[in-house]
């Protein structure tokens, strides 16, 4: 026994009472419903894909309240440190992040709670370097460079942040340096 794909398919008409053969009503209601094999097959991927999008992706909130901190840690000449410890305080919670110098001698401190915090950097044969007052704004990642001094574990310099100028033209912060 053959069967033929090729053959339409044919589509059920929901008829409503008061309703004659060729789709026009007596009553005033409104034209019949008809489902096609064709209309189901574009309505069903569809469908999930929404349903998909809502439920499955992350919830984007508008509401970012942290910031960052960056900088290159350097020696007196310019020259760059690598694998330095550098630990960022909370003023107000006394919360610690630690993080160490890259080969570059860069270091990054993202998803920072706004606030103000403390910066320290070590590095054997270098004096440690403290810089205090840092105002993490939100979304802004402020660029604290440090220059370590040569010298012995036991000294410590301390800098304090100057306040960052607002920028008139964009409304963004700016470092002093």
């Known amino acids: 026994m053959k069967f033929d794909f090729r053959a339409k398919v044919s589509t059920p008409v929901l008829s409503r009472p008061g309703q004659r053969e060729n789709g026009n009503t007596l009553d005033g209601q409104h034209p019949p419903i008809s ?9 069903l991927p569809v469908t999930y894909f929404l349903l998909l999008a809502v439920f499955v992706t ?3 909130g508008a509401q ?3 910031g960052g901190i960056t900088g290159t840690v350097k020696d007196t000449s310019g020259a760059v440190i690598a694998d330095s410890q550098v630990s960022l305080t909370n003023d107000q919670t006394g ?3 630690d993080t160490r110098s890259t080969s570059t001698g860069t270091y990054v401190f993202e998803s920072v709670p706004v606030g103000t915090y403390t910066l320290r950097v070590t590095h054997p044969g270098f004096q440690d370097v403290l810089i205090k007052n840092i105002q993490v ?3 802004f990642v402020l660029t604290e460079d440090v220059s370590l001094p040569i010298g012995t574990a036991q000294q410590q ?6 306040a960052p100028l607002l920028q ?3 409304a963004a912060y700016r470092n002093n340096d």
């Open 35 to 43: 489902f096609s094999a064709r209309g189901l097959a574009y309505l």
């Open 58 to 60: 992350p919830r984007l």
């Open 64 to 66: 970012i309240a942290t």
């Open 95 to 97: 919360v610690v992040q």
């Open 137 to 139: 704004h939100v979304q």
């Open 157 to 162: 310099v301390t800098v304090s942040a100057a």
């Open 168 to 170: 008139a033209e964009s």
